[in-house]
């Protein structure tokens, strides 16, 4: 049963158990007044007995008062009181498992086997994982809010804050029960994962003097460092954002007896990072450097990293000189099982099939073929052979991020590759997608090429296709507090400590598209956007080849196409890439509050998902002068690639594109990237095709005073 159905399900369970406790209601008002004696007892039983429903207002509520000082305890009264007098073994009938999940979990706290509170946590760690599943699994079997968030409050006093809140926000994720909820965003919560070093001890200083501030943050290197010119693309904190919540929502160690199978998890794992690599090659290009390198195990690590971020507790983020070589790391992998586990996942491609663990052979050679791959490199609890094929990218981030203490010999803490909200900042990151997406390219390359058949649409022609408005982008000063970055005495008076740092935004602008459409009766069309740069660091022309693989998904929607001519006006804040800011922990707090007071409900469904690139940054940087890309857009079948009933009228979730829609399927039967992500051979090029069109654009940059 999917995620979706069995929410309606649950519902309808709901509705009809609300209609019958009114029947029950007035029967028991009825036999009160005939004989009150009776009537009135059991009356009063039955209200007693009715639990009272939750406002959404009230579980966004309650959950920014649990991630509000991480590090502290508790600051709401009542949860605090709760976290005090709740034990989740007491009554298992609260749980669908019958309470297996938090009899396990309570064994290990009564035990004081769990990692103590004030210690870094890394999901990487096996240990820490396995913790933090632990308590995902009490919360996914909770049966009502009010046991989810007593689980909730007890556990966030008992358990490592790291272990908690990743357990928590996953969690509130993929319950039913945590519908509706926006979660904080995290570098308000645990600031120093996502700030300076320098600016946290400021901080510091501002709460010691008791005068607040506000202090600029800078990006990591100078200006004697190449990667300086792009350190603001993967040191962006809502890049940061997007990267860690898209492995919230799509987890390696999800498994489908938690309620739902994720779709496409594979297939999605390559078109999010082969997207992230691309857009960092066109910021790249953007700045006059040439696309990424790809790491290889047996070559050298030539750009170093200096984080220049600590730990909350743990110290600080190791660093990486430049020019070093892999090492073998000590309890986790030597260079040459890396080697090993690239040559068998090669192999597979080269041969066109899978061997899965029982023998089977599963066919990659089909559009499929991308999904199974993608499960198998990442790797996930849906690889169809882990034992074999190993866990090539799982393993991968934690050999980059400890070759600054290869050998354990410093005791230094994890790498920023070994958190997905800090993996970014480092510009071998990028390096490493490039290597696993020249992977996926080889079996990409290797599939048959589209026909004119396959891109074709029926009757459909495309016009024109043009920007209203000017691709213009800009760099802008960003506030968001760092007062959980430090610690509050009680006593003490609270005062605003922010961190400011420049981001990469644009301005606003609309797609005009103009279709005909030849049939005689209403078609749907699906319309793919792409922009693919036109040169390289050089001024060279790419080829049409060699662009297909750089160019930038920043839309996919649907369209009801009407007999004779159709303008299509779309917006880029309509994008179904990206997700618009999320509102600030304080902000959340008091909407929540507010409505909470004064009995009223709230809508948070634009912020309910966090994984999306952020808006602002739906376009590359560009430069001064303008900068060359082409704007592609295909319209395609979309009666025949459509997977739900009238995909025009639905948002998807949003940002269906790069995060699908947990519990369905994804709406495009289509391979994501379709049409660019494989050859095309016919009597004509795909761009004479009458439903395909490119254009040039230009991409402008507005300097400022302090560009990074």
Same mark, same amino acid.
């Given at each position: ?29 009825a ?26 207002a ?15 305890n ?44 004030h ?139 938690y309620?739902?199978?994720?779709d ?37 690590i ?21 020019n ?25 491609i ?59 010999k ?35 390359d ?6 004119e ?5 029926a ?26 970055? *430090?610690?509050?005495?009680? !006593?003490? &008076?609270?005062?605003?400590?922010? #961190?400011?740092?420049?981001?990469? =935004?644009?301005? /606003? ?11 005689e ?50 917006s ?6 990206? *997700?618009p800011?999320?509102? !600030?922990? &304080?902000?959340?707090?008091?909407? #929540?509050?507010?409505?909470?007071? =004064?009995?009223? /409900?709230?809508d ?55 995060c ?30 009458? =439903? ?17």
């Open positions: 049963m999917s995620r979706v159905e069995y929410i309606r399900q649950v519902r309808e369970l709901i509705a009809i158990t609300a209609s019958m406790r009114v029947l029950v209601l007035c029967t028991l008002v036999a009160a007044a005939a004989w009150p004696s009776i009537g009135e007892e059991l009356l009063e039983e039955f209200q007693n007995d009715s639990p009272p429903s939750v406002s959404i009230k579980k966004q509520l309650d959950i920014t008062h649990l991630v509000d000082r991480i590090y502290d508790i600051r709401d009264p009542e949860l605090q009181a709760t976290a005090e007098s709740f034990k989740p073994d007491e009554d298992l009938s609260l749980y669908s498992d019958d309470g297996a999940a938090a009899q396990r979990l309570m064994a290990e706290v009564n035990g004081h086997t769990l990692l103590q509170q210690n870094w946590f890394s999901l990487f760690n096996p240990r820490h994982r396995e913790e933090a599943l632990m308590f995902f699994d009490v919360l996914i079997h909770c049966k009502t809010w009010e046991s989810f968030i007593n689980n909730a409050a007890f556990f966030r006093a008992n358990m490592n804050e790291g272990v908690f809140l990743y357990g928590l926000y996953v969690g509130v994720i993929h319950s039913p029960l945590g519908q509706g909820i926006a979660l904080p965003p995290l570098y308000e919560v645990t600031p120093h994962m996502f700030t300076n070093t320098e600016v946290i001890n400021k901080a510091y200083t501002a709460k010691m003097t008791q005068q607040g501030g506000e202090f600029e943050m800078s990006f990591t290197g100078t200006l004697k460092n190449k990667e300086q010119r792009v350190a603001y693309f993967g040191e962006d904190i809502g890049m940061n954002m997007h990267h860690v919540t898209w492995h919230m929502d799509h987890p390696f160690w999800w498994k489908d007896s309620g739902y199978h994720l496409r998890k594979g297939e999605l794992f390559f078109w999010a990072h082969h997207q992230l690599t691309v857009r960092f090659d066109a910021e790249r290009l953007s700045n006059w450097l040439d696309p990424v390198d790809e790491l290889h195990w047996d070559d050298i030539y750009e170093g990293f200096a984080p220049h971020t600590s730990y909350k507790y743990g110290g600080e983020f190791p660093a990486r000189p430049d070093v070589r892999f090492e073998d790391v000590h309890g986790v992998a030597r260079v040459r099982d890396m080697i090993i586990t690239e040559s068998r996942i090669r192999d597979a080269a041969h066109g099939y899978i061997v899965d663990k029982d023998g089977n052979i599963i066919d990659l050679m089909n559009e499929h073929g991308i999904d199974v791959l993608g499960d198998v490199i990442e790797s996930s609890m849906y690889s169809p052979n882990v034992q074999y094929y190993g866990s090539l990218h799982n393993v991968a981030h934690i050999m980059l991020g400890r070759q600054g203490d290869p050998h354990g410093f005791n230094m803490p994890p790498g920023v590759m070994e958190h997905f909200e800090t993996a970014t900042r480092d510009p071998s990151f990028f390096r490493l997608h490039k290597y696993m997406n020249n992977i996926f390219k080889e079996h990409k290797l599939l048959p090429p589209y026909s058949e396959q891109v074709h649409f009757g459909v022609s495309l016009e024109n296709v043009a920007i209203e408005g000017e691709l213009r982008t800009f760099f802008e000063k960003f506030r968001f507090s760092i007062k959980n970055a *430090v610690d509050k005495g009680l !006593s003490v &008076e609270e005062k605003e400590i922010d #961190a400011l740092t420049l981001r990469l =935004n644009h301005h /606003e602008f609309n797609y005009s598209i103009d279709v005909n459409n030849n049939n009766q209403d078609v749907l069309g699906t319309v793919r956007i792409f922009l693919c740069p036109r040169r390289d660091s050089s001024g060279l022309k790419f080829s049409w080849e060699e662009r297909r693989w750089f160019c930038i998904e920043t839309d996919k929607f649907w369209k009801k196409l009407t007999p004779g001519a159709n303008h299509i006006v779309r880029s804040s309509d994008s179904s890439v990206t *997700v800011d999320m509102p !600030s922990l &304080e902000a959340l707090m008091k909407q #929540a509050s507010d409505a909470v007071a =004064n009995g009223v /409900e709230i948070l469904g634009k912020h309910e998902r966090s994984c999306g690139i952020p808006n602002r940054m739906l376009l590359p940087k560009g430069k001064s002068g303008g900068m060359e890309f082409y704007l592609f857009v295909a319209v395609t079948n979309g009666e025949e690639e459509k997977t739900m009933d009238n995909p025009e009228e639905m948002e998807h979730a949003g940002t269906h594109a790069h699908g829609i947990h519990g369905e399927k994804y709406p495009d039967k289509r391979p994501m990237g379709y049409p660019l992500d494989r050859h095309f051979h016919g009597k004509h090029t795909i761009l004479d095709l009458p =439903n395909v069109k490119k254009t040039l654009v230009k991409l402008f940059h507005d300097e400022m005073e302090k560009d990074p």
